[in-house]
């Protein structure tokens, strides 16, 4: 089946075209923006996956289609489509910003649930949850699946066993067929291999019923934890139809002597109860999702743009039905390097294995230290809840359940696995490949990052080059404009050349100012001028064809002038004249 869906499909959020991801338990596609958002509330509210670059089971795909084509999207968003309702809220637009805009209203819609048309049914209100449970239970018989998931939203059971019907509604889906109904029912919780009244899981009755095709992927769903879990080790999953259904990859060292602490740590794990164990391996299932989601983000992402922190989940977002202690588990699972993250799948697979078959494992191969801290956590959760400090929603950076000790024998044994162990299984490189390859590519991006930064320091340098011009240009233009005007502009003389040094009364002594040939007065600039006593300074400014000579070194051979000046214009001479 091919996975490219309709060109004209857009965000159920945002209205952008094109969307490249599917939140797969709300039935919708988002954009990229928009994922970023739904990857931040957590796998427990949305459920995403890339359309093209994550392999898809083809009926889990086509359920995803079903949705969107039947407008799923309309359950979240019934107050908003339906005109009478006056909300108050609007719809985000591809304008407007990721935060605050956009998560605050996805938040709304898919957190608070703020604009499906029925609030859900409390967990007191028993009452409620039967009655959408039963009218799931008969719903799933036919195709209509945006019915069920309606359903689903309001408080409806997928797991709830019918009292009267003696089974439940993967059961039903199971008999008529409806592969598709069964997919959604599996995405909300329902276990595939739980009995009817008769003994028979959902698998057996599609099998009795002649639908070996949904018989076999209700096998792969039964399988999908541990599935997952291998396929993140070694790329390939186990051959359910030939009666394979665990693939445990092994680091072997024959000759590794575990620690004691190493050795309490493994016993711890085969000691906990099928419960436990079982949170355990859901949490390590969530990471290993949020690993593999953050490499698909970094893969299709545009790396011309900067990669900024808000795309990128540093660790497993809090669970509000969880404990503190458990959220706190979860997100130092992010704390794990490859090797130690790997090792822990290894052993978690083992442990899955043995506890199906009753096999109990008892090779020394496996260090399974590093899970001493969850299986702790989740200890004392159990039973010293009332003891355990209130937590932030970061995870911490103390460990503050190991000794110093312990903490020490850890490093030195990780030391030694990392330093001693060879590998010799062929997945096991290639996952060894993967990761270089991983990191690889985000050594390319810290460049490229590093390259736009000293690009954009270039420019602001270029910025204040440009501005520092500016800065004097504007000054140029100032001084032109009050600088001293021309001879042009002031009515003189028509020939400066006819101007004469009157003869000095004292030989050699400097001309005390010029004037006309003709005998009149000095010439003097336009308006009303102050003059100081004993002082030529309000001769200025002078024409420009006036020489610096003309300032009187002794004022000995100057008539003697008032303060204050008043002048008249001589229309006939075209000069100004003093009294």
């Not at 857009?10 to 075209?17: E, L, M």
Request: hydrophobic content about 30%; glycine content about 4%; charged content about 25%.
């Amino acid at each position: 089946m091919s996975k490219r869906l309709r060109s004209n499909d857009i965000c159920a959020d945002c209205s952008v075209s094109d969307p490249r991801w599917a939140s797969i338990n709300r039935g919708v596609l988002i954009c990229d923006d928009c994922c970023s958002v739904h990857r931040s509330l957590g796998r427990h509210i949305s459920q995403v996956r890339h359309l093209t670059h994550t392999p898809w089971p083809p009926s889990l795909l086509q359920m995803v289609q079903t949705l969107v084509s039947n407008g799923a999207n309309s359950i979240w968003e019934h107050s908003l489509l339906d005109p009478t309702a006056l909300s108050g809220k609007r719809k985000t637009s591809p304008q407007d910003k990721v935060h605050p805009n956009k998560a605050e209203f996805i938040r709304a819609k898919y957190s608070m649930l703020a604009f499906v048309h029925r609030l859900p049914c409390r967990e007191e209100d028993s009452a409620a949850a039967k009655d959408l449970s039963k009218q799931l239970h008969s719903s799933v018989r036919t195709g209509n699946l945006e019915t069920c998931l309606r359903l689903l939203s309001l408080g409806a059971q997928a797991n709830f066993f019918h009292p009267e019907k003696e089974n439940t509604s993967l059961h039903v889906a199971s008999k008529g067929g409806q592969i598709l109904q069964a997919e959604l029912l599996a995405v909300y919780g329902a276990d595939p291999g739980a009995p009817d009244a008769s003994g028979k899981t959902p698998s057996d009755n599609a099998r009795q019923a002649g639908h070996h095709e949904l018989a076999e992927r209700l096998v792969e769903i039964q399988y999908e934890l541990t599935d997952r879990l291998a396929f993140f080790l070694c790329g390939r999953k186990p051959d359910h139809k030939n009666g394979q259904h665990f693939i445990i990859p092994q680091m072997a060292d024959s000759s590794l002597d575990l620690s004691e602490l190493a050795k309490a740590a493994k016993k711890k794990l085969q000691s906990l109860s099928n419960h436990l164990f079982e949170e355990l391996a859901m949490d390590v299932y969530d990471e290993v999702d949020r690993r593999e989601t953050d490499a698909v983000w970094l893969t299709t992402q545009n790396h011309s743009t900067l990669v900024t922190e808000t795309t990128v989940i540093p660790f497993l977002p809090v669970n509000p039905e969880y404990s503190s202690t458990r959220n706190q588990g979860r997100q130092k699972l992010a704390r794990f390097n490859a090797h130690e993250f790997a090792t822990l799948v290894i052993d978690i697979l083992s442990d899955a294995k043995r506890r199906q078959l009753g096999n109990p494992i008892t090779s020394p191969k496996d260090n399974v230290e590093i899970v001493l801290k969850s299986v702790n956590n989740r200890h004392a959760s159990e039973s010293h809840d009332n003891d355990q400090p209130d937590y932030d929603s970061v995870a911490s950076d103390e460990d503050t359940d190991q000794e110093p000790t312990a903490k020490a024998n850890r490093a030195k044994s990780m030391d030694s696995d990392l330093s001693d162990g060879p590998i010799t299984l062929q997945e096991y490189m290639e996952v060894k490949n993967a990761l270089s390859a991983s990191e690889a590519k985000i050594q390319q991006l810290m460049k490229v990052n590093s390259n736009l930064s000293d690009e954009l320091r270039l420019m602001q340098k270029k910025l204040q080059t440009l501005q520092s011009e500016n800065t004097t240009l504007r000054r140029q233009v100032t001084t032109n404009i009050y600088q001293v005007p021309s001879s042009s502009e002031y009515p003189g003389p028509s020939n400066p050349s006819s101007l004469k040094r009157r003869p000095s009364a004292r030989g050699s002594r400097p001309m005390s100012m010029y004037e006309t040939g003709s005998g009149q007065k000095p010439y003097l600039p336009i308006g009303d001028v102050t003059y100081p006593e004993d002082s030529i300074a309000g001769l200025q400014p002078f024409p420009e064809h006036i020489g610096r000579s003309a300032f009187v070194t002794s004022s000995s051979s100057l008539p003697s002038f008032p303060s204050t000046l008043s002048w008249s214009w001589d229309e006939n001479t075209q000069r100004a004249l003093i009294p």
